[in-house]
């Protein structure tokens, strides 16, 4: 079970008015989420708070009910939350195989002969990404857009997270590659129960792989449907998604 | 067997000794680049942070008599002075912009130095060395002395234990991302402050071992026993792209026999001049040193 609740979060940056303002969201077992809204809803700031880059001014994260609130980012990780941030996060200086090993680190922590099951992980991912096989052994600044992106959603599935929170996957993507990164994601969901809370302005692709759709607007939900039911209602895709 | 020329009997003396020299360089270069990657910055006080395990180590084996236990001793106490100084002084310092570090850096090097000459007494302590100084003689060819072999055997090792910790280990990993990337780092569970002490530890006992070894090849232990060294090192260090261990180990023993052929066939005071126009040089042409990383695909 691997639930995400979201009790009154409240962020901010400085002085400023907070940008998400008693945030209430529950990212239930096994479900995709796609979570919507223009730029400056608070989409961003919203999973950079829930992995505690972003300090809570007040609320709560829970994970399956435990408290994740006063933990470091490195301990909520370690607890199975996992985020692809915006912007290809590849550790460039380091080569493919790296990333991924880096990724597996936590996953079969504290088991006897975790070395091998780790390397099973990796080679699964390489099977799941081709590309990334074939360049195992190149170094993270030499990929494209698509691979990087392939590499850090391979490098976040590969430690076997519980929830998996990614940031505008689609972003600068040709639109087959962001269909191929989509399909795995929901494959991936399918056949392991992953959690997913998916943030994307391609609200197209988005609402295509998720079950339900959340828009925030100034950092509230102001709506939180069935994804079909969203993606079939124009008065409220032309309100908040502008189109 | 023939007599070898004069010339040449003179030339792979000098290359020899380079070597050992060179050795010593290029682990203290190796430190200065594990901080670099640690911390972003480089270490003004390396200098006087090596020196201090050196008295440590100067002490335990005075009052031991042996060697290996004032050398053990050098490396614990190394890496537990770079703990302490990363944890409770440079992380309180602001980190937003390198210049405040560098001159709380540059305070710690009076106040260690100044406070080693106050326990000790300014003058130069002669440190005997565990092995002969006497070169070999092979063929009639003055070459490396036993100690000058020991210095390269031990260099060796530490190269070749970093270069495993650092490509074949699940830490060496960890250290090298969080110093690559430490907000990536901390989103794969990474614990980055961890890493950069270890960094910190692992680089004062390497620059304590450099600074031990080169001691009793010096005129002895003062408390600006190890500054030339410094000197000299960071030039390597720059020369060698800074981030690059590989770069640290070349650069390292080409200024050591640089420095030593232009002392030989010159004079002394001009091989800091060498080493100068070597670092101009290599600026000129590559302006982020040799081994610096090459160029990131943006596209």
Do not use: C
């Not at chain 1, 990724?103 to 975790?114: D, N, Q, V």
């Not at chain 1, 992953?194 to 792989?209: D, I, K, M, R």
């Amino acid at each position: 079970m691997s639930t995400l609740t979201i009790e009154k979060l409240t962020v901010g940056y400085g002085d400023g008015a907070p940008v998400l303002d008693g945030l209430e969201l529950e990212v239930p077992d096994g479900g995709v989420v796609a979570l919507l809204g223009a730029n400056g809803a608070g989409k961003t700031t919203l999973l950079r708070a829930l992995l505690g880059l972003v300090p809570a001014r007040s609320g709560r994260v829970l994970l399956n009910g435990a408290d994740l609130t006063r933990l470091s980012t490195e301990d909520r990780v370690r607890r199975g939350l996992a985020l692809v941030p915006e912007g290809r996060s590849v550790v460039v200086e380091l080569t493919v195989a790296e990333n991924l090993r880096l990724g597996a680190l936590w996953r079969y922590a504290g088991r006897k002969h975790s070395g091998p099951a780790r390397e099973a992980a990796v080679g699964q991912m390489y099977e799941l990404f081709e590309p990334l096989a074939r360049r195992r052994d190149a170094a993270g600044h030499t990929l494209s857009g698509g691979e990087r992106q392939m590499l850090a959603l391979a490098r976040a599935l590969v430690g076997e997270p519980d929830v998996l929170l990614l940031d505008e996957p689609s972003l600068g993507l040709a639109p087959l590659v962001v269909a191929q990164l989509l399909g795995v994601l929901r494959d991936q969901a399918e056949a392991t129960g992953l959690t997913v809370l998916l943030a994307e302005q391609n609200v197209t692709g988005a609402l295509s792989v998720a079950d339900r759709g959340v828009v925030l607007s100034l950092g509230e939900v102001v709506a939180d449907r069935p994804a079909a039911e969203l993606a079939a209602d124009p008065a409220l895709r032309h309100a908040y998604l502008g189109f | 067997m023939t007599e070898m020329d004069p010339a040449v009997e003179r030339l792979v003396f000098l290359m020899s000794t380079g070597l050992a020299r060179g050795a010593v360089l290029a682990l203290f270069a190796l430190s200065l680049v594990i901080v670099y990657r640690a911390a972003r910055a480089v270490n003004f006080a390396q200098a006087a942070m090596a020196i201090v395990p050196v008295y440590v180590a100067f002490a335990v084996t005075s009052a031991s008599g042996s060697y290996w236990l004032g050398l053990a001793s050098a490396l614990v106490v190394g890496a537990l002075l770079g703990a302490v100084v990363e944890r409770w002084l440079l992380r309180l310092v602001p980190q937003d912009n390198p210049l405040p570090g560098i001159i709380v850096a540059i305070g710690l090097v009076m106040v260690l130095q100044a406070g080693l000459a106050i326990a000790f007494g300014p003058d130069h302590r002669p440190v005997h060395a565990p092995f002969s100084q006497r070169p070999f003689d092979v063929g009639g060819v003055s070459v490396l002395s036993p100690y000058d072999l020991f210095v390269l055997i031990v260099a060796a090792v530490v190269m070749g234990g970093f270069a495993i910790l650092f490509n074949r280990t699940s830490i060496g990993l960890q250290l090298r991302a969080a110093a690559f990337a430490p907000e990536t780092s901390r989103l794969l569970g990474v614990r980055v402050p961890r890493m950069v002490t270890l960094g910190w530890m692992l680089s004062i006992a390497t620059a304590a071992l450099a600074a031990l070894l080169l001691v009793p090849t010096g005129l002895g232990l003062d408390p600006h026993a190890a500054d030339v060294l410094f000197v000299n090192a960071f030039a390597a260090a720059v020369i060698g792209g800074l981030d690059s261990p590989v770069g640290a180990l070349v650069a390292g023993l080409v200024v050591g026999v640089l420095a030593s052929l232009v002392t030989g066939y010159a004079s002394a005071a001009t091989a800091p001049l060498a080493v100068l126009a070597l670092l101009t040089v290599v600026l000129l042409v590559r302006p982020h040193g040799l081994f610096a990383a090459r160029e990131a695909r943006t596209a």
